[in-house]
């Protein structure tokens, strides 16, 4: 629930604001909370980086993305635009330098009104700048010591560390400056409001969580699908890869609202202690349930599009895996014997974000035939594009004969709703500045998160383990077709 009361006074510091997350999404977002209401009037933006902006430079490179979307009508969307602008500063400075961090301090101090502001820090920078940036945060003396107002509260990107190891260590570093409470690790998949629907599909609705269990899930797929190659960015992605870049996060955390049991209430403690038991249920990956691929250049016939290791950013003999499907077993009551099946893939043939739930097949149906046994259900929520959720019942066709189809019960939200859809940013720099955290990963998730893949990735890293080649636009490796057999079978589109 959102509340615009109590806002008191409040100061965003973008540290990376040059870069392209800041540009795309996180001044947008601010811009859409500030249209709504849900900003103080007593509010200061800086941006922060290295590069050397005028005020009019950042203000014109900020105005690139914002959107009229909550003020229709272009003389108030201008004025909005206008006003909004007016609490935007940039400042630059070197990342690690308390100096560079005093001096945003003395600027700030022109715009504070007050002691009692409320402090938000975005750290949208490299990770290798990141706990500089945090030190330097805390010794320029920047932290309120509570977590009452006014408060210090930190926002973090991933990637969180590469490993169980150095996430571990890089916790530990920044609880040195911000403590657990002031720390959002952002998923900006929990953001997604297919994602948020999640636990109301389940909670809030009598008819799935009798369902919900081994006796009547068959499988369950998580996917996640690019079109688009690394696109000259591969820097940061050769150095991760597609496991730690989707795997282990953002489907990992979409697989434990599925497979979570119900919270005591909805309240972050109570949500995130179900997701980290989950999570610790989930039986380390193995090798043998894995399918790794690599693109190469599409295949014969198709429009020429450049191979990973074509990509100027990308070394010739890089071994990272741009395509990883795994097949994952939870031991617990609820789940034991059912396969989740985790697939991520650069340059296929679609985008999209889907979690499909396949049920059991009948028994003793009174309507199996040879040619007739119906198809077993199936409900498909889709996170994007066109977010849906799908359930796959069996109808009798009309007609004097019996005869019977897979027709589909759809929810489509760009019909069903009026109302728009927030980005995830909206929503999630919301939670921090209302303190709600059920949307973030808590220290002992990550934990349980990298404890699931460390071991395979070093198995990997160990074995010189070569990516499968799979053509640019396809579905990806043919052999991961294998694991979503043994996963429960393949899905009709
Ligand atoms: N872009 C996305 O959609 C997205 C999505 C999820 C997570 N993230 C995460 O969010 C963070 C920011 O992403 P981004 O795409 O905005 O990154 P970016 O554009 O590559 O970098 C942000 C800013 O950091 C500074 N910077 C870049 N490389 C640096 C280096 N090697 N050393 C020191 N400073 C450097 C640059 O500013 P100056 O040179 O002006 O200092 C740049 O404008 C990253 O941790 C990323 O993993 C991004």
Redesign the pocket.
């Known amino acids: 629930m959102s509340h615009k009361s109590d806002l008191g006074t409040l100061s965003v510091v973008v540290v990376?604001a040059?870069?392209?997350?800041?540009k795309?999404?996180i001044f947008p977002a601010l811009f859409a909370l500030y249209c709504q209401g849900f900003l103080p009037a007593e509010l200061t933006i800086t941006g922060f980086?290295?590069?050397h902006l005028s005020q009019e430079e950042f203000r014109a490179r900020i105005t690139e993305h914002l959107t009229c979307r909550y003020t229709p009508g272009e003389k108030d969307c201008a004025e909005k635009m206008e006003t909004f602008l007016s609490h935007c500063h940039y400042v630059s400075g070197q990342?690690g330098s308390t100096d560079a961090f005093l001096d945003l301090f003395m600027h700030l101090q022109q715009f504070e009104p007050h002691s009692r502001t409320n402090r938000l820090f975005y750290l949208?920078?490299?990770?290798?700048?990141f706990l500089d940036v945090a030190k330097a945060i805390g010794s320029a003396g920047f932290v309120y010591c509570g977590e009452t107002s006014p408060w210090s509260r930190v926002v973090v990107?991933?990637?969180f560390g590469e490993d169980r190891d150095s996430s571990d260590e890089l916790v530990h570093e920044l609880s040195l400056v911000f403590s657990e409470d002031q720390t959002f690790r952002i998923d900006?998949y929990l953001g997604k409001e297919v994602i948020q629907n999640l636990l109301v599909l389940r909670f809030a609705n009598r008819i799935f969580e009798p369902l919900w269990t081994k006796e009547h899930i068959k499988s369950v797929q998580i996917s996640w699908a690019e079109q688009l190659g690394v696109e000259g960015r591969g820097g940061?992605f050769d150095q991760y890869g597609i496991i730690r870049d989707v795997v282990q996060n953002h489907l990992l955390q979409i697989l434990s609202l599925v497979a979570m049991e119900p919270p005591a209430r909805h309240a972050s403690g109570s949500i995130r202690k179900e997701k980290v038991s989950v999570l610790k249920s989930i039986r380390p990956a193995a090798l043998e349930d894995m399918v790794l691929g690599q693109y190469t250049t599409a295949a014969e016939g198709a429009s020429p599009r450049p191979g990973y290791t074509d990509d100027e950013t990308v070394p010739d003999d890089s071994r990272t895996c741009t395509y990883a499907a795994a097949l994952l077993h939870i031991d617990n009551p609820r789940w034991e014997g059912v396969p989740f099946l985790l697939r991520a893939g650069k340059a296929l043939d679609r985008k999209t974000t889907e979690i499909k739930i396949l049920f059991h097949d009948l028994d003793n149906c009174v309507f199996c035939g040879p040619e007739d046994c119906p198809h077993a259900n199936e409900l498909v929520i889709r996170v994007q594009p066109d977010e849906a959720i799908i359930f796959r019942i069996m109808s009798k066709v009309p007609g004097l004969e019996l005869d019977m189809e897979s027709r589909d019960l759809d929810l489509q939200y760009d019909t069903a709703f009026s109302e728009l859809i927030p980005d995830a940013y909206e929503d999630l720099l919301l939670d921090v500045i209302q303190g709600e955290k059920s949307l973030f990963i808590g220290s002992q998730e990550l934990a349980a998160a990298w404890d699931i893949f460390t071991p395979v990735l070093q198995a990997i890293d160990e074995n010189g383990v070569r990516p499968l080649p799979y053509p640019f636009g396809s579905t990806g490796p043919s052999e991961a077709m294998d694991l979503a057999v043994k996963a429960g079978g393949v899905w009709r589109q």
């Open positions: 990376g040059s870069g392209d997350l800041a795309r999404k980086a290295r590069s990342y949208a920078i490299p990770p290798s700048v990107e991933k990637p900006h940061y």
